[in-house]
């Protein structure tokens, strides 16, 4: 089975199962096919990880997140400029921190070819295929895209690469438009036929770096060879007769929503699923693990000691939300994930959550890989912009997470959404292990967030038991459901699946393998 948040990329993950690949192959192909597919949300120069639970071996954890960059510079090199670009959401605007400044070593290509040595079995070449294909012939990005590169223009328009792909110059991009990209089918050609190992190589190393550096970046030479994928051990834990393995330390979503279940594990009995009484212990948990990711956070930079630090007020209330003028609450939404999750026929899970913030609107050289705006995300620097150290892995909410119940069939699940994400983790992990849900019940369920001010609530709760929490809570109902509420891809070894409709979630399962 395959679930991940673009009918595209599902695709490429089934057809190199059906050429005989296993689910990390799958994976990597989705990688690169959601490169293309789902351009606000991942790219190859974007970050992530992979959580992979083979039948034969230990589970691990593929950490291609970002560093910040700045490696080899000499002391006292000024910090790169951040370039602000207003995004509109409804009638409120938001201004988003991109262009060179904004933009982290990435980690998704070496990422994706560091799993596929590892783990992988078919040809370089063929699980790269199925992205080549949709970048040189196109691929029509579908409303849920398409949405974000509406939302995102004005991040686009800010250089002529990125507008000829996403800013039509007579109308809005539309639901039904092609995007073709032949300069990324040329690099990803490259990189099948083993001419290109990566960004590290040393003519496309020196080619980014001074680009990065002519135009106020800091990239590197030294930030793009010494990059290194961490391989870690999951943190593990139990939960409701059940072992949840999920993303450890130096990133914080897997601690997060370990949290917030061992705080819904006590005094549990008594309520029922969807009821006030739950509702309340369910935001309340998520309130308690809000105010240690925002209030007194976790320094989740590699090296630091995960030292608990009290950011910067004003940052965290911008992190949180602030106010329409009126007193309406403005959640913020458009953080670029996307996730998917594989489990093949011999048993292995591969759960993948990648990320290219909102994009900082540049490409990487001729490569045609859009850079992501790491650097630029509030939520991810919650001290300050350009403050960690280079070379030091930066923190991220993301959690791949694999469920190994007592008795039942594996779940390999995760979520795109940024701080969004802990939620959308710990109710769906709620409803499958507390209420025994099934797959598909669990992420069609109606979801919270708290955000620091508002609690944020999604419809489809029964309207007595949201009255309930308006006695405790200050409470933004939703009218609709929307991709701010995160987007949970999950697949099973008893053949189940679900892909989540807030962020245009697809599932398939491959046919009859081909000789």
Do not use: K
């Not at 959580?51 to 700045?70: C, I, Y």
């Not at 328009?157 to 109308?171: G, H, K, M, S, W």
């Not at 956070?297 to 030292?307: K, Q, R, S």
């Amino acid at each position: 089975m395959v679930a991940a948040g673009h009918q595209a990329t599902v695709d490429a993950a089934i057809e190199v199962l059906e050429d005989g690949g296993n689910a990390y192959d799958a994976a990597v192909a989705a990688g690169f096919a959601a490169a293309v597919a789902e351009p606000c949300l991942s790219s190859l120069g974007g970050g992530g990880f992979l959580l992979a639970r083979p039948v034969q071996g230990p589970p691990v954890v593929f950490d291609f997140f970002v560093d910040p960059p700045g490696r080899g510079q000499p002391e006292g090199t000024p910090a790169p400029e951040l370039t602000a670009a207003t995004v509109r959401f409804g009638s409120a605007d938001q201004v988003f921190h991109v262009g060179h400044g904004s933009v982290a070593v990435p980690g998704c290509l070496p990422g994706y070819l560091h799993v596929h040595r590892h783990l992988g079995r078919l040809p370089l070449e063929r699980v790269v295929a199925p992205a080549r294909h949709l970048a040189a012939t196109g691929v029509r990005l579908g409303p849920d895209q398409a949405a974000v590169v509406r939302l995102l223009e004005p991040i686009f328009a800010l250089t002529p690469e990125a507008r000829a792909l996403f800013v039509p110059t007579d109308r809005a991009f539309g639901d039904d438009d092609v995007v073709r990209h032949p300069e990324l089918a040329r690099f990803l050609d490259a990189i099948g036929d083993g001419d290109v190992h990566g960004f590290h190589d040393p003519s496309l190393a020196a080619a980014i770096a001074a680009q990065s550096q002519e135009q106020g970046g800091n990239l590197t030479v030294t930030d793009l060879v010494d990059y290194q994928v961490n391989e870690r051990t999951p943190l593990t834990f139990r939960h409701a007769n059940a072992t949840v393995l999920t993303n450890p330390v130096p990133s914080y979503g897997g601690s997060l929503v370990a949290r917030a279940l061992g705080l819904l594990a006590s005094g549990r009995q008594g309520d029922r699923p969807g009821s006030g009484a739950r509702l309340h212990r369910v935001a309340t948990a998520l309130a308690e693990v809000t105010a240690l990711h925002l209030g007194v956070g976790v320094d989740a930079t590699e090296g630091a000691g995960h030292e608990l630090r009290v950011p910067d007020p004003a940052v965290a209330a911008e992190v949180a939300g602030d106010l329409l003028d009126g007193g309406a609450p403005r959640p913020r939404a458009a953080r670029g994930t996307t996730h998917v999750s594989v489990a093949d026929d011999e048993g292995n899970l591969a759960a993948m959550t990648t990320s290219n913030g909102t994009g900082s609107g540049i490409t990487l050289s001729d490569t045609g890989v859009l850079a992501n705006n790491i650097m630029g995300e509030t939520d991810l620097h919650p001290g300050g912009f350009h403050r960690s150290p280079p070379g030091v892995r930066v923190g991220s909410m993301m959690a791949p997470t694999v469920v190994e119940p007592d008795g039942g069939p594996a779940v390999a699940l995760g979520s795109g959404g940024s701080e969004r994400i802990r939620s959308a983790m710990t109710q769906v992990l709620v409803a499958l292990l507390d209420d025994d849900a099934s797959l598909a019940e669990a992420v069609a369920a109606p979801r919270l967030h708290w955000d620091g001010t508002w609690l944020q609530v999604e419809p489809g709760f029964d309207p007595v038991a949201v009255a309930e929490l308006e006695r405790w809570w200050a409470v933004n109902r939703w009218p609709v459901s929307d991709l701010y509420f995160g987007g949970v891809n999950a697949v099973a070894t008893d053949g189940s699946a679900a892909g989540d409709p807030r962020r245009g979630g697809r599932t398939a399962v491959p046919g009859r393998r081909r000789p």
